[in-house]
């Protein structure tokens, strides 16, 4: 049974759990944070092919270390990004971070980007959700709201987008988060980990969506393989495809 990572820092994995998750039969959105990590996430998109998306482009924590023309670096690795069907990301905006309008800037460009080569988002919005998802209908783009904990009014203006929210197993610790998991539409869902971040003392690994799924599920009143395949549809409409697996 095949389950999905929505989104996931691949490249800063070690080699056990990197065995771990594809033995797992788990298939990673892999992100990026900026030129360097975009060319690692490519090259473990090769290496694990097909059970690798790869996503390209920079952090919106990262954006004050470059300027533009780290942009133009990044759409210059679309040619080989699309040969794994992947999008742009980890991109986005952050209230909790300094320099918003350069961030804003960034996030822009990327959208146009995303646009013009009709590539999905893997969004970072902290705080700035409203702003994020009017940016994404504005360039009509698909994009993927990673560990949202936004506004429970915005999910159905997501829905409407054609847009989706990723779940993270770190929702038992966040009273907003678990609200969304509550109330979320089931057809705007994915599942992520966020892998390998650590939060509140607890590494996260790609395989803890086989447990969040069936948390999810009992949660939700559903049978755990009606969410897992559901999922699966739902991860499918937001790359416009799915891998052979």
Known sequence: MMYVDAHAHLYL????????????????????????SSFKTLQLAERYKPMVVPFIGIHPWRVNEFDEKE????AELIRELKKYGGGLGEIGI?????????????????????????????IHATRLWRIALKMVIEHDV?????????????????????????????????????????????????TETDAPFTFRGIKLRSWFVIPLVRKIAQLRGMQEEELRKQILQNAKKFLGFFPKI
């Not at 056990?16 to 298939?27: A, G, M, Q, V």
């Not at 942009?71 to 990044?74: A, G, L, R, S």
């Not at 961030?103 to 995303?114: C, N, V, W």
């Not at 429970?152 to 678990?178: G, K, M, T, V, W």
Request: proline residues 5%; glycine residues 2%; charged residues 30%.
């Open 13 to 36: 994995m070690s080699e056990d759990d990197l065995k771990r998750t594809f033995e797992s039969n788990i298939i990673v959105f892999a992100v990026s944070e900026d030129v360097d």
């Open 71 to 74: 942009i133009d670096k990044i």
């Open 94 to 122: 952050d209230a909790k971070k300094p320099a918003i309008e350069k961030q804003m800037k960034f996030f822009e460009r990327f959208l146009e980007l995303a646009a013009g080569y009709k590539l999905p988002v893997n």
């Open 142 to 190: 698909r994009a993927n709201f990673h560990w949202y904990s936004g506004p429970l009014d915005l999910l159905r203006d997501i829905r409407d987008a054609e847009c989706f929210i990723s779940i993270n197993p770190c929702y038992i610790f966040q009273a907003q988060h678990h609200i969304v998991v509550e109330k979320a539409p089931i057809e705007i869902m994915l």
